[in-house]
T-cell receptor, first 113, second 111 residues
Framework: KAGVTQTPRYLIKTRGQQVTLSCSPI?????VSWYQQTPGQGLQFLFE???????NKGNFPGRFSGRQFSNSRSEMNVSTLELGDSALYLC????????????FGPGTRLTVL | DQQVKQNSPSLSVQEGRISILNCDYT??????FLWYKKYPAEGPTFLIS?????DKNEDGRFTVFLNKSAKHLSLHIVPSQPGDSAVYFC??????????FGTGTSLTVIP
């Protein structure tokens, strides 16, 4: 089975721009979660989508949004980029059952100049 | 509010010895726990999990222990190898909801 894939792997943007990141989950997985990782901050939960509906949401501003398509692929959008948005953005998928394991993609490294 | 805590940012261990990584949590509703290993610029790789109905789970060199009364989780790696050098994250969830992650412990295994 193919793993979780994320595109692009690296991205450089300037302040004020917007960006869209893409995630394709493991085949058969219906849940996709997004995380932000910055040095010393661990993994900060952004949101989770399950069957095209946002199921959980972390404490991030409204500039961070996402969506999920009928094939379970997900996109995350960040508008009006700030320098502090520079981070590794990780996507993780799981089947969606109550007790299941979450598998991560390689991440997208976003740099905001 | 940090519901999952890894209080040791770093740990150094000699090759061949045991590595013990610790994790504490505050939410008694957590019923599923995971450990991940992460190399720089890569996504975390799943290592081992445990549900709250167990107190131990073993997979090769990796063993996870769960002490529900103390709200404490630990990962034992025996024997430790240089390739185990990475950042280790513990994570917990309640009833299939979002996972909460610790801030990670950087393990260095010295040859």
């Amino acid at each position: 089975k193919a793993g979780v894939t994320q595109t692009p792997r690296y991205l450089i943007k300037t302040r004020g721009q917007q960006v869209t990141l893409s995630c394709s989950p493991i085949s058969g997985h219906r849940s996709v979660s997004w995380y932000q990782q910055t040095p010393g901050q661990g993994l900060q939960f952004l949101f989770e989508y399950f069957s095209e509906t946002q199921r959980n949401k972390g404490n991030f501003p409204g500039r961070f949004s996402g969506r999920q398509f009928s094939n379970s692929r997900s996109e995350m959008n960040v508008s009006t980029l700030e320098l502090g948005d520079s981070a590794l953005y990780l996507c993780a998928s799981r089947s969606g059952e109550t007790t299941d394991t979450q598998y991560f993609g390689p991440g997208t490294r976003l740099t905001v100049l | 509010d940090q519901q999952v805590k890894q209080n040791s940012p770093s740990l150094s261990v000699q090759e061949g010895r045991i590595s013990i990584l610790n994790c504490d949590y505050t939410n008694s509703m957590f019923d599923y726990f995971l450990w991940y290993k992460k190399y720089p610029a890569e996504g975390p790789t799943f290592l081992i999990s445990i549900s709250s109905i167990k107190d131990k789970n073993e997979d090769g060199r990796f063993t996870v222990f769960l002490n529900k009364s103390a709200k404490h989780l630990s990962l034992h790696i025996v024997p430790s190898q240089p390739g185990d050098s990475a950042v280790y994250f513990c994570a917990a969830s309640a009833m299939g909801n979002q996972f909460y992650f610790g801030t990670g412990t950087s393990l260095t295994v010295i040859p």
